[in-house]
């Protein structure tokens, strides 16, 4: 059974830096992209970032770019997003999800539970 | 960059009727539209891939079509656990924007 396992979130200074966590298990790691998908409270699903299998391509929206960085260790069948210089805007909950599909052509097949990132002063 | 425009924004069902949503791309994507479904609280679910093939797990009362810029996911009879948020997503051409903005399906 596909499980993931999302974990990080907190309150957080306007500035300030935080780490996500997403613990993969029921399938291979590496032969999924990976990625992060956000949602503000009461508002629409945003993409965030993604992380092909390989761990070699990275893409970001243009909100987040500069900013967060996503990175996976294959060890620990773990995705990572590190989220620096964090706005007030960025606030929500944050959902770790696997691809599905062919490279560039993803859909998201399934997804954690999420966790959530509150930036406030 | 693509746009998805789903309506209606807010779709009033009474619990067995039918219930139609519509995903409208601003330029033609193929098949390559996703839908998805939210309950309240809780994760997005993938519901139809490929415009029109139901993920593992999904009843087939749940149905997707269309292809190009037109797109519908119709929900033949309307189950309590139906009541949702439903997006759609569009994968020919991304990053960056994929999702539409969710079409609300509640109690009549």
């Known amino acids: 059974e596909v499980q993931l396992l999302d974990s990080g979130g907190d309150l957080v200074q306007p500035g300030g830096s935080l780490r996500l966590s997403c613990a993969a298990s029921g399938f291979t790691f590496s032969d999924h992209a990976m990625s992060w998908v956000r949602q503000a409270p009461g508002k629409g699903l945003e993409w965030v970032s993604v992380i092909s299998g390989s761990g070699t391509s990275t893409y970001y929206a243009d909100s987040v770019k500069g900013r967060f960085i996503i990175s996976r260790d294959k060890s620990k069948n773990t995705l990572f997003l590190q989220m620096n210089r964090l706005r007030a805007e960025d606030t929500a909950v944050y959902y770790c999800?696997?691809?599905?599909?062919?490279?560039?052509?993803?859909?998201?097949?399934?997804w954690g539970r999420g966790t959530l990132v509150t930036v406030s002063s | 960059e693509i746009v998805l425009t789903q309506s209606p924004g807010t779709l009033s069902v009474s619990p067995g009727d039918r219930a139609t949503l519509s995903c409208r791309a601003s330029q033609s994507i193929g098949n390559n539209l996703a839908w998805y479904q939210q309950q309240p609280g809780q994760a997005p679910r993938l519901l139809i891939y490929g415009a029109s093939t139901r993920a593992t797990g999904i009843p087939d009362r749940f149905s997707g079509s269309g292809s190009g810029t037109e797109f519908t996911l119709a929900i033949s009879s309307l189950q309590s656990e139906d009541f949702a948020v439903y997006y759609c997503?569009?994968?020919?051409?991304?990053?960056?924007?994929?999702f539409g903005q969710g079409t609300k399906v509640e109690i009549k």
């Open positions: 999800a696997r691809l599905g599909g062919t490279y560039r052509y993803w859909y998201f097949d399934f």
């Open positions: 997503q569009q994968y020919n051409n991304w990053p960056p924007r994929v």
